[in-house]
């Protein structure tokens, strides 16, 4: 029997709870990068480095056990349904 991965793991999970384990800071650099802004867009509203926003946002994927800034999103998105409109 296979063991699920730590991806398969938050998608069945609650990413509320994911998202939970996020420093204020990565919560901070995360919320701004659903905005669909760029490293360096993140970094200059946040007052930061780029070096910084990537950093936090290495942070963020290995806590969410994600890929990259897409699916990040998507699990922030989801824990926070205010954001989507629904």
Known sequence: MA???PAAATVAGDPRDAVALLSKREAEVLAVT???LTNRETADRLGVS???V???LAGIYRKLHVANRTQAVAVFVSAKPELSGE
């Open 3 to 5: 063991t699920p991965s």
């Open 34 to 36: 659903a905005l669909g």
């Open 50 to 52: 780029v070096h910084a």
């Open 54 to 56: 990537k950093f936090h």
